[in-house]
């Protein structure tokens, strides 16, 4: 089996654009989480996604957005772009939500 | 609520001897314990996960963690040390039973010849 894959892997944005990034799990899976990690907060829970439906939300502000599709890929949206927003996107997908979570390699996102 | 403290930010061990990564949780019920792996510039791979079957778990490349309720503990080991080891190590667990895994702080591994 394939398995998660991202894109893209690299981005360079400036302060106020936007920022679109994909995640498509491992073929079966309908849960999908997004993480943010930087070196000074570590790795942090974004949002979950289950069946098109999301799930869970960590406590990021509403700049930070997602949708999940009929086939279980996922979109992350990042509005007004900041510089402390820079940091390494990981997605993860799941059977369930609730059994084992499988990483992408992540999205390296720079906002200059 | 649930969380997991890992008590070194960094481990420094020869290649050859055992290596021991600390970790604490704190969970209202049985949790599910997991630690991952990341090596430079990489995602995140399982190493081994408790889900309350057996105490002590077996993962990939030679580590293994012993869950233990009394102490809280969910410490990783491995026998011998190998270079291709040094990464940084992470201990989760999940929030109940849904997709939001809480990360420990990370432990930095560094293996010296």
């Known amino acids: 089996k394939a398995g998660v894959t991202q894109t893209p892997r690299y981005l360079i944005k400036t302060r106020g654009q936007q920022v679109t990034l994909s995640c498509s799990p491992i073929?079966?899976?309908?849960?999908v989480s997004w993480y943010q990690q930087t070196p000074g907060q570590g790795l942090q829970f974004l949002f979950e996604?289950?069946?098109?439906?999301?799930?869970n939300k960590g406590n990021f502000p509403g700049r930070f957005s997602g949708r999940q599709f009929s086939n279980s890929r996922s979109e992350m949206n990042v509005s007004t772009l900041e510089l402390g927003d820079s940091a390494l996107y990981l997605c993860?997908?799941?059977?369930?939500?609730?059994?084992?979570?499988?990483f992408g390699p992540g999205t390296r996102l720079t906002v200059l | 609520a649930q969380s997991v403290t890992q008590l070194d930010s960094h481990v420094s061990v020869s290649e050859g001897t055992p290596v021991l990564l600390r970790c604490n949780y704190s969970?209202?019920?049985?949790?599910?314990l997991f630690w991952y792996v990341q090596h430079p510039n990489k995602g995140l791979q399982l190493l081994l996960k408790?889900?309350?079957?057996?105490?002590l778990v077996k993962g990939i490349n030679g580590f293994e963690a012993e869950f233990k309720k009394s102490e809280t503990s969910f410490h990783l080991t491995k026998p011998s040390a190998h270079m291709s080891d040094a990464a940084e190590y992470f201990c989760?667990?999940?929030?109940?039973?849904?997709?939001?895994?809480?990360f420990g702080q990370g432990t930095t591994l560094q293996v010296k010849p």
């Open positions: 993860a997908s799941s059977l369930t939500g609730g059994d084992t979570q499988y």
């Open positions: 073929s079966g899976h309908r849960s």
């Open positions: 996604y289950f069946s098109e439906t999301q799930r």
């Open positions: 969970s209202s019920y049985s949790p599910s």
């Open positions: 408790y889900t309350s079957a057996a105490t």
């Open positions: 989760v667990v999940r929030a109940s039973n849904t997709g939001k895994l809480i």
